[in-house]
């Protein structure tokens, strides 16, 4: 009971500071998503107003999560006996498919303006593109820590991180622009700022569907699953076993341990106790463990 008391105690404070982070990341990124439109709008950019619908979509993604987030907290009902921690997955799922809109949307404007180039004031783009190098390097530091225990702060990092190193190339453009007055330029950045932000949500599209469809989460390997229960005295062997993502954060696991029949039952329990403790360390937070005797000749679903 104290180990539950303290593991719900660091959940809690992980969650305050997912929370906070999220809020800070709104913030940031709203702000910058207005002056960079404003200057986009003004000086005709391309590669401004197409980073901005980005950023607007970063922003968008980001309520998305702290919703998400927020149901978490909720607790189970009768009609939702694990609570609402999946909502985590399907939002990071939603900021996918909204992040490859706002791309195609993107991609479309650019093409047409390559066909026909429009003035640019390189000048204030490469302003607006090193405000924006500060406010995402900023942002992306704020989910730096939660990266690697959330896919939904993953995916935040690491398009924020891509945010920062596109608002870079804008930069840099909008440099060479303002001294070559090379009008198709701006165009041609804003098709590398979508190739940029292919790369960085293609991966998490596949991991929110993956773990929308309860397939095995990308951050579980079944061979250690097996050959750390293995290795505890009295277990011979682990059946049917099934892992799935309850949220972004939590998964759980179903299996059938087989056991050897001269167990007692305190040696039985201590197996098991010392197999989820293994699971522990693997990712896995909710097991539920059924046992068979050691020459049990049962149906092997896999």
């Known amino acids: 009971m104290e180990h539950g008391h303290d593991h719900h105690h660091h959940h809690s404070s992980e969650i305050s500071s997912v929370n906070n982070a999220l809020i800070a990341g709104i913030i940031l990124n709203a702000v910058f998503v207005i002056a960079e439109f404003s200057a986009g709008f003004m000086t005709h950019s391309l590669a401004l107003l197409s980073d901005a619908g980005h950023n607007l979509g970063d922003v968008a993604s980001l309520c998305i999560s702290l919703f998400a987030f927020r149901l978490t907290k909720l607790k ?35 093409i047409q303006r ?15 593109a090193g405000a924006g190098i500060l406010i995402n390097g900023v942002s992306a530091f704020l989910f730096y820590k939660q ?17 920062t190193l596109v608002s870079l190339g ?16 701006d165009p041609l950045i804003s098709l590398l700022v ?28 079944l061979d250690k699953i097996r050959s750390k229960a293995l290795a505890i005295p009295g277990i011979k062997g682990i059946r049917h076993i099934h892992v799935w993502a309850m949220s972004t954060t939590k998964n759980a696991l179903t299996a059938h341990l087989v056991l050897d029949e001269r167990l007692a039952e305190k040696e039985l329990q201590d197996a098991k106790k010392k197999f989820r403790h ?24 896999q």
């Open 170 to 185: 804008v930069l840099a453009g909008g440099i060479v622009l303002y001294y070559t007055g090379w009008q198709w330029l």
């Open 194 to 221: 979508i190739a940029a932000i292919l790369v960085s949500t293609w991966r998490l599209l596949g991991e929110s569907l993956r773990m929308s469809l309860d397939g095995v989460p990308y951050n579980i390997d």
């Open 147 to 163: 990266k690697e225990t959330d896919l939904n702060m993953k995916g935040a990092y690491l398009h924020l991180l891509a945010d």
């Open 114 to 128: 390559l066909i026909q180039p429009e003035p640019v004031q390189g000048k204030i783009v490469a302003l607006v």
């Open 278 to 301: 293994e699971l522990e360390h693997l990712n896995i937070e909710h097991a539920t463990l059924e046992t068979e005797p050691e020459h049990y000749h049962g149906e092997d679903c």
């Open 76 to 110: 189970p009902s009768a009609n939702y006996t694990y609570g609402y921690k999946k909502a985590t997955i399907l939002a990071s799922l939603l900021n996918a498919a909204i992040l490859l809109v706002a791309v195609g949307s993107s991609g479309w404007e650019a």
